[in-house]
């Protein structure tokens, strides 16, 4: 009888233990050196899962011809690391079986090729009284062959001496608006991004963002930007209702692009120099004007072009070269445009139901990544299993960039208790839909 049982229970055992391998799968692909156009040998491949705290459940290293493979103890969602030269590149562990490939570039303290392209500075006062800035850099790296740059100091800025910092940001080509940490130098009001900034991919760069206030009495207060890198803008935006005066030796025009806002750039800046303007008046920017307008372009502040939306969208300008343009929405959306946007997508009714306000964030949460203009907005996913894959892949890419920034302490506890359970619950939302 016993021996019965004792068969018995070693057939389930076996049943079971069969039905655990028929369920694990495993990921395979192969990691290229893109810059140097050959198999990136001896790199370390691990997968992290997305529901358990982004730990790593398996790691490899790539042959001789970059391959990988690793096991899935279970259906994921899961993360591919791979980490090259110091510098961590990731992507969506493929589902079906498709190939897990990832490309990599050599890493060097200082490239040839990275240039800002726009520099964007909004005022107003906030409600004590003090000046409230919004400092937003676009930065190109157009290595060739492309290679990324990054060290402790990867991007050096400069802001007023009285400034408090309330919030830093970073967002890679291919990535979400992350938090990060700025880092001071030795000179007060100077401040480094340790944070890579990698090669272009197409019309999408880096993007850093400053959140700081300085003490203000609303008669005046004078900036003195200093310029890094090669800059083809620096712009300058505040309400109405609010001065600037351009300082001696800097030259600034006026752009009018909104009835709302002043807008004022200077042009072809090269490293060294040193901008002087003043502000003066109190006022805010007005934010009414983006839920009027928020549909009339896609997330990188582009105006939608003929047919995007229903009725046809409305063009740049025209006689409006000003590179901000294609920023102006973004500008004035922030990171919490993209957030709302795509909880509003993921939340969205079924196929079939009355259309509503979430059906109208779909040409937002699908078009390019804010801050990346150009790329049109007909390139995203054309079926709503399509979008919602895609949305799904850049909120798991997000939330494994954010558990590495925990890791390494380049993000504050606060900032990580704030951002961690957003960022879960669309997950969570969006998983079991696509589930």
Do not use: C
């Not at 079986?97 to 490239?111: H, L, Q």
């Not at 006026?254 to 090269?270: E, R, W």
Request: no cysteine; charged share 15%; proline share 8%.
């Amino acid at each position: 009888m016993k021996a019965s049982k004792l068969l018995l229970h070693s057939a389930a055992a076996a049943v079971l233990l069969a039905s655990a391998w028929a369920q694990a799968a495993s990921v395979s692909g192969t990691v290229t050196n893109k810059t140097t156009g050959k198999p990136a040998a001896g790199d370390t491949v691990v997968l992290v899962d997305v529901q358990s705290g982004m730990s790593e459940v398996a790691k490899t290293t790539t042959n001789g011809q970059g391959h990988y493979t690793l096991s899935e103890p279970g259906s994921g969602p899961y993360l591919i690391r791979v980490t090259h030269q110091g510098a961590g590149y990731f992507i969506a562990a493929p589902q079906g079986g498709g190939p897990g490939d990832i490309p990599v570039y050599d890493v060097s303290a200082k490239v040839e090729g990275v240039f800002i392209e726009a520099d964007v500075l909004e005022f107003e006062t906030d409600a004590s009284g003090q000046l409230h800035v919004i400092e937003r850099y676009f930065v190109h790296n157009t290595s060739n062959p492309p290679q990324t740059e990054w060290s402790p100091k990867t991007f050096l800025l400069s802001l007023p001496a009285e400034a408090t910092v309330s919030g830093v940001a970073a967002q890679r080509p291919t990535g979400l608006p992350t938090s990060v940490k700025l880092d001071p130098g030795s000179t007060k009001g100077h401040y480094s991004f340790n944070f890579p900034i990698e090669p272009d991919q197409g019309d999408k760069d880096t993007l850093f963002q400053i959140d700081y206030t300085v003490p203000y009495s609303g008669a005046k207060f004078t900036f003195h930007p200093e310029v890094t890198l090669p800059t083809q803008s620096v712009g300058v935006l505040l309400p109405k209702s609010m001065t600037f005066a351009a300082g001696s030796g800097s030259v600034f025009q006026q752009i009018q692009q909104d009835p709302g806002i002043q807008t004022f750039v200077a042009k072809n800046l090269t490293p060294g120099k040193t901008l002087e303007f003043t502000i003066s008046g109190t006022g805010s920017m007005p934010r009414e004007a983006q839920g009027s307008q928020g549909g009339q372009g896609d997330a990188s502040g582009q105006a939608a072009g003929p047919g995007n939306q229903p009725g046809g969208g409305i063009g740049a300008p025209i006689n409006t070269p000003d590179p901000l343009t294609k920023y102006k929405w973004w500008i004035l959306g922030g990171l919490a445009l993209l957030l709302a946007a795509a909880a509003a997508f993921l939340l969205r009714k079924p196929a079939g139901a009355p259309a509503g306000p979430a059906a109208t964030a779909v040409n937002v949460a699908t078009a390019p990544t804010p801050g990346f203009a150009g790329t049109p907005a007909h390139a995203a996913p054309a079926t709503p299993a399509g979008r919602n894959a895609a949305l799904l892949t850049a909120l798991k890419e997000e939330l494994f960039a954010l558990e590495s920034e925990k890791l390494s302490g380049t993000i504050t506890a606060a900032e990580y208790a704030e951002v961690k359970p957003a960022l879960e619950t669309v997950l969570k939302r969006a998983l079991k839909r696509n589930s």
